[in-house]
Structures are given as C-alpha cells and as structure tokens.
C-alpha cells in the first residue's frame, strides 16, 4: 500500500514556521517522480505563493578554483551576522552522471553547514537541465516562504546553467581568478554578458597585483559589450574569500541593484518574465516526461531514432510522426 502523501496544509504551516526538517522534507517531495507527490508538490507551491518574492535572488558562478563555494561560505555567514536568513541552492545538470556533490557542498561551504540561519540545499540528480532548474525554482519559493530573505544559487555545471541561473535570480555574480592566464576566457564563452557584477577572488598576498590587472581587463572588455540594462552597469571588483576582504562590498553592490532595478521597475517586469519561462520550462519538462513514460510513444521513437540514425528518415519528418502521437 502506497505511503500517505503528506497534508498540504500542515506542511505549509510548518514551513511558514521556518521549520527546517519540514522544509527538507517538502522539497523532497518536490523532487520526487511520483505523481502523487508531484501533484502534492504544486498544491504546497501555490498555497505558499503569497509569502514568496521577498528575498533578494542572488546567482553565483565562475570558473573551477574560482572560489565560488569559499564565497559562498565567507559572504553568507556574513549575512548570518547581520541577522539574515540564507539558504544556498545548487543547479548541476551534471549530477546525475557524478552523483552530485551533497558532501562536497556541505564541506566546503563548513560555517553555513552549522549555522542555524542557513540552509544548504544541492540541486536534484536529473537528466535535463531543464528539469533540475524547474524544481530548483520551486524549491526558492519554499525556502523564501520559509523565512529565508537571501537565496544564493550556485551554477557548479557548464553551459547552458549560467544562463538558467541567471533566468531565475535577481542578480548575476561572475566569480574570476587572476594568475590562471586566461582571465578573458570568460567573455568568449558568453558567460560575462550575463553579470550584473564580476569579482576578481583571491586578491590577497602577492596576488594583489595580479587581482587589480585582472580586474582592469575585465573593465576595458565590459566597455565594448551593451550592458544588459540602462539602468545599471556591471562593477568590476576584487576581493578574498579567504581573508574575507571586500565581502562587505560584495553585498553593498547587490543591494545598490535591488535598489535601482526596484526604482525603475524593472525588477518586477524581470521576475514576471522568470514566472513565464518557469512556466514553459516546466511544460517542456511535462512533454518530455510523457515521451518517456508512454509504452507505444517510447516503442516509434526507438524506431524512428533508428530510421534517422541510417538515414531513411529525415529528422524534421521524424519529429511530426513522434509530435502526432502526442496530438501536437
């Protein structure tokens, strides 16, 4: 006999109540394949909804040895201290291939692991990234109906879940290191476009010097590309982690852009075009989840896979034969 899905109505409360065990549970639960549990899942969103979008919706990402975990541990315990409640979310569209990082993330990130006021939370193991982003977002609107008033989310994959990130929080943090030697990498994969600041780590013992030759290149570079808004042009700053010098400024910058984006706006209008999106990505997700799960749609997509592997039957032609047995 199939367990009991929990109560919707319990479940919101205790999460209004900032209860943690109940918010791991429920975003459990989201993550969950189960009809019953997905069905659950929604109910709990939209019965939560109304005390949601309060919190500041901050993105992370950079370059492997960038830091963006140590940054994450030094800038959110330093939240902590100021009397704000964090709670760090992963997107790694790789984890179902690695297994994930949950102790990876748990022990680098070893002061917000043990603070009362943090919450760590890495992204579902999923095939798509798609699907990982969808229930990342709902697991944001958990957390913030929680009581957690900043939502880090850290881009630990490649590709294409900067961009995702950067579709679904407020503000966008490009993590750099100077020394690598290829410190202008960042503007050939696109990913620089995207920052609303970006920050030189690691500027700290002899390579100071190195952090402020590496920050005015990325300033020169940011002159030749059109900032993503009028309202506001993306910093370029250093700091260290480690020591925990201009972490403070780090926070200044991203309240500066609440602030302005909120005056014009334009925060209001970017976060109804995040809701839009989370809604075709979540359609996306329910098509592909019936292509998979449907025994006779599986059986011709095999077969027409096959026919376009050996060249008898174009893709375009494939596509209309798979999309007519869902009726689209």
């Excluded at 969950?32 to 549990?37: G, I, L, P, V």
């Excluded at 939209?46 to 963006?68: F, H, S």
């Excluded at 600041?197 to 300033?219: E, H, L, Q």
């Amino acid at each position: 006999m199939p367990a009991r899905a929990p109560d919707t109505a319990d479940l919101a409360k205790a999460i209004r109540a900032g209860d943690r065990a109940t918010l791991a549970r429920a975003i459990t639960l989201i993550e969950s394949t189960r009809a019953d549990h997905r069905q659950t899942a929604h109910f709990l969103v939209q019965e939560l909804l109304p005390q949601t979008g309060k919190a500041v919706r901050l993105g992370i990402t950079g370059a492997p040895g960038a830091g963006k975990s140590t940054t994450i541990d030094a800038l959110g315990a330093a939240l902590t201290a100021k009397g704000h409640k964090v709670a760090v979310l992963a997107v790694d569209p790789s984890s179902s291939r690695t297994g994930g990082s949950i102790l990876g993330d748990k022990t680098r990130m070893s002061r917000l692991a043990i603070d009362p006021n943090a919450f760590i939370r890495p992204s579902p193991s999923s095939g798509t990234l798609g699907g990982v982003t969808a229930k990342t977002r709902e697991t944001m609107l958990l957390c913030e109906a929680a009581g957690y008033d900043v939502v880090i989310v850290e881009t630990v994959g490649v590709g294409q879940s900067e961009t995702a990130v950067a579709d679904m929080t407020d503000f966008f943090l490009v993590l750099m290191v100077a020394g690598s030697g290829d410190e202008l990498q960042g503007i050939k994969k696109g990913i620089v476009e995207l920052a609303d600041m970006i920050a030189v780590n690691k500027s700290d013992g002899d390579n100071i010097a190195r952090a402020n030759v590496a920050a005015a290149d990325f300033r020169s570079a940011l002159h030749i590309l059109a900032p993503r808004t009028p309202t506001w042009s993306p910093p370029v700053v250093t700091f260290s982690a480690l020591t925990g010098n201009g972490i403070d400024d780090l926070w200044i910058k991203v309240t500066e852009h609440k602030a302005k984006m909120s005056e014009t706006g334009e925060l209001a209008t970017i976060r109804r075009g995040q809701q839009v999106k989370w809604m075709w990505t979540m359609l996306e997700e329910r098509l592909t989840a019936r292509l998979r799960s449907d025994p006779a749609i599986r059986v011709r997509a095999k077969q027409a896979e096959s026919a376009v592997a050996a060249g008898t039957l174009a893709p375009t032609l494939a596509v209309e034969q798979i999309a007519g047995l869902l009726g689209v």
